[in-house]
């Protein structure tokens, strides 16, 4: 019996898709629902898995190719796999023409470690030792989800919630056994594209300018330092951050400055009743804004239970497009990278963009005396052509006092 794969359907708002990747070539055994291909759209990655065990007899759209919401993308017959662990043994065969499921880690217990591709990935992205991951997939396979579960029961073992991206490294120079320079040229995904088409039509678009203030962190650290256990106890693990204080700051400076939290619509201005703030986070693919609907109704706790799953999501490819559009006002930290200051770029349509940096003990003059405080600078970027400077900067300014104050968060003055 013949299955025909077909592509998803894609939101209005994604025309089209990209095949990034193919796991499985013609004639080879797949399992239900082991992943298939990737299809790569301007907004998120999207995964195409096996209907049934069988195996994948042709494929009709190859990696790079354009597809459209429900196109035929390859054939598929259903039918009984053999058991990898009946695949015959060869000590000699080469690593390169071992099966896709299966990997082995000689340098540790030399047992064969069945695992999915898009597992192994996650493996050898985060470096983690897949004999010591439970599985739960057939014949004892390591699924993605065994990956993710694992990393969230050994936080010693992860890598940064917002890994860096690799692009810079692919496409760095290096220098081959015979001293030549040699260069690798790597094709822009839809996803990497997309930002840097928005990037430019922001600068090239509005009238964009960026005000700064510092704010002295050390109430939010000391309340952040006390209460730290006890909300992480009472909150099932979820830790206090910084963000959510200043997700909750801006908020109340939302409400008081309206344009702020505007959006423009060709001549028109949309004022929004609401805040939905949306929350950077560079992911291996490139930048993406996952938003916090309604951040007003939203505790500290549900602030950081969402960021920290949207941070999961991005880094395993699984934000949907849904949990993308819209929002009303971005906030970027580029402090957990280390920058000291930056001017971000609007977020169109935005017309305002808060920039979050590094902490850094600076000597201060408070109340006649040099103290060494915990200074964060801020960076305001908004569209002059809807935001007077002097909103710009009280803007800002009240942010500052709150964070510097935090009980007036609470207690909205």
């Keep these: 019996m013949t299955i025909e794969i077909k592509a998803p359907t894609l939101p209005e708002s994604v025309p089209d898709g990209t095949i990034a990747t193919w796991y499985k070539k013609p004639g080879e055994s797949v399992a239900r629902d082991e992943l298939l291909l990737d299809i790569e759209t301007d907004k998120v990655v999207l995964e195409v898995v096996a209907p049934a065990d069988g195996a994948l007899k042709e494929v009709l759209k190859g990696e790079g190719d354009t597809i459209v919401s429900n196109e035929i993308l390859a054939v598929f017959e259903k039918g009984e796999i053999a058991s990898a662990t009946e695949a015959p043994e060869s000590a000699e065969a080469p690593a390169e023409e071992s099966s896709a499921e299966v990997s ?45 579960n694992f ?35 790597v094709p822009m995904s839809r996803l990497r594209a997309k930002v840097a088409e928005r990037l430019l ?68 201005i949309i004022y929004h009743g609401y805040q939905d703030i949306g ?21 500290f706790a549900d602030i950081e239970k969402n960021i920290r799953n949207y ?37 169109p349509p935005q017309t305002a963009i808060l920039g979050m940096h590094k902490i850094q003990e600076r000597p201060m003059a408070i109340d006649g005396e040099v103290k060494v405080a915990p200074m964060m600078y801020l960076a305001l970027s908004y569209d002059h052509r809807m935001i007077d400077g002097k909103e710009a900067v009280q803007f800002l300014v009240t942010i500052k006092e709150l964070l510097e104050d935090p009980a007036r968060i609470f207690l909205e003055v």
């Design 311 to 347: 941070g999961l999501k991005a880094r395993d490819g699984k934000l949907g497009i849904e949990e993308m559009t819209g929002g009303t006002f971005t906030i970027s930290n580029g402090g957990v990278f280390g920058s000291l200051l930056s001017t971000p770029i609007l977020n």
């Design 201 to 268: 039509q922001a600068t090239q678009t509005t009238a964009m300018l960026t005000t700064f203030n510092e704010v002295n962190m050390q109430e939010v650290m000391a309340l952040r330092d006390k209460y730290k256990d006890a909300f992480e106890k009472q909150h099932d693990g979820t830790r206090l951050g910084f963000m959510s204080f200043f997700v909750r700051a801006s908020v109340e400076a939302l409400k008081r400055f309206p344009a702020v939290n505007a959006s423009m619509d060709g001549n028109d």
């Design 279 to 299: 929350v950077a986070v560079s992911s291996p693919r490139g930048l993406v804004v996952p938003v916090l609907r309604d951040a007003d109704t939203l505790s």
């Design 151 to 185: 990393m969230n029961r050994a936080p010693e073992e992860k890598v940064p919630e917002v890994p860096r991206s690799p692009l810079p490294e692919a496409a760095a120079p290096s220098v081959s056994n015979d001293g030549s320079r040699v260069e690798k040229r």
């Design 104 to 148: 082995v880690d000689e340098d540790k217990s030399g047992v064969e470690v069945l695992m999915s591709p898009a597992a192994r990935k996650l493996i050898e992205e985060n470096g983690l030792d897949a004999n010591s991951i439970p599985s739960t997939g057939k014949d004892g396979r390591v699924t993605k989800e065994d990956v993710v």
